[in-house]
């Protein structure tokens, strides 16, 4: 049925692309045939094509006589064939069928892919949460092993994430629109006690960091991979990364998941494919003897400099939308030439 949904959904985006005016760069060393490996991605093998792999429905050549055409799979023999001057992939579909090859490697996500990141900043939502009580040993702290009262109701025997809340995350307006989702550890639901079954006994299996009153409880995503089957195509919006999922780190690298200031609402989708822009660096002065970064100059120096003395923005790779939420969304970066830091700027590709 999951696959029925996307197969449909793919077919919508191939009809949606194949009207786009970019011009297709096939890349010089692409093979003319393929076959395909288990542990391949989808983004993998555009990219032995592709000199931009996020243009992969433009070439793919859906064929109506193969059950699931739009799905590849370990074993089938991909083609590079030129019809009226354009190029296409065609398949040959293997007879040995497994799982599909998914969109990205799935180990690289699969933590934020079960695990929440976003907790929402309106107090109202945040009040509807389920919270971690506390227990009859009156701790503040809680390690795995440990039986802990939730203030809320919970299902029996289902695993929930428990979450610190972090700082807040600030859009590309300057508004806040989210808090860091921090995760402590897994607890699983009981049964309920106390007044119209106010506290759920639920027991701590997991610590990452230790758990606290006040932490909030939400259920667990589904880690299985379904949610990798997806399609890469061209942002249609620019943004910026207003955070790193690893909210300890300063830091990001290629498969490293950044958190992007627009989600569902402002036209995000998962699949689309951003390019990371380095800020280009303030300079003070006008000439050889007094040019100097901004950072380095004095106060007075930096009030005075040029609006137009700033270099370039640097292209340094390309990140990718996997999961959305309404106002923010999280991208996997799939390249990167250089470290990736929070105010770096996501740009149609």
């Given amino acids: 049925m999951i696959l029925k949904k996307l197969g449909i959904f793919m077919a919508s985006v191939l009809l949606a692309t194949a009207s786009m005016a970019d011009t297709l760069e096939v890349n010089e060393n692409h093979p003319t045939k393929y076959v395909v490996q288990k542990g391949d991605t989808l983004w993998d093998i555009s990219g032995k094509f592709l000199k931009k792999p996020w243009y992969w429905p433009k070439i793919w050549n859906v064929n109506p006589q193969i059950d699931d055409p739009h799905w590849i799979y370990p074993g089938d023999v991909l083609t590079l064939v030129w019809i009226d001057g354009k190029p296409y992939i065609k398949r040959e579909a293997t007879t040995q069928k497994g799982n599909p090859i998914p969109t990205i490697n799935a180990e690289s996500i699969k933590t934020f ?26 701790r503040r702290l809680f390690a795995e092993t440990k039986d802990v009262y939730i203030n809320g109701k919970l299902n029996k025997g289902q695993q929930y994430g428990v979450y610190h809340r972090g700082q807040p995350l600030v859009d590309d307006e300057g508004n806040k629109v989210a808090y860091h989702a921090i995760f402590a550890g897994v607890i699983v639901g009981g049964d309920q006690y106390g007044n119209n079954g106010k506290f759920n006994k639920s027991y701590l299996v997991k610590n990452k960091v230790a758990v606290m009153n ?17 399609i890469p195509k061209a942002a249609t919006v620019d943004t910026t990364i207003i955070g790193l999922a690893e909210e300890s780190s300063a830091v990001a690298g290629t498969y490293d998941t950044v958190i992007i200031g627009k989600g569902s609402k402002d036209g995000v989708s998962v699949g689309d494919v951003f390019s990371i822009n380095r800020t280009g660096a303030k300079l ?18 930096r009030l005075v400099s040029s609006e137009d003395n700033i270099l370039p923005d640097d292209h340094i790779g390309q990140a990718m939308v996997y999961r959305t939420y309404d106002k923010v969304s999280l991208a996997v970066i799939m390249n990167s030439t250089a470290p990736v830091f929070k105010g770096y700027k996501l740009v149609q590709p």
């Fill in 113 to 138: 892919l079960r695990n929440d990141v976003i907790l929402p900043y309106d107090q109202s939502e945040l009040d509807k949460l389920p919270f971690v009580a506390g227990n009859n040993e009156e």
């Fill in 214 to 230: 006040g932490d909030y409880v939400l259920p667990l995503g589904d880690d299985n991979g379904y949610s990798l089957y997806f």
């Fill in 284 to 301: 003070v002065g006008s000439t050889a003897d007094d040019t100097s970064y901004a950072t380095m100059a004095g106060m007075g120096r």
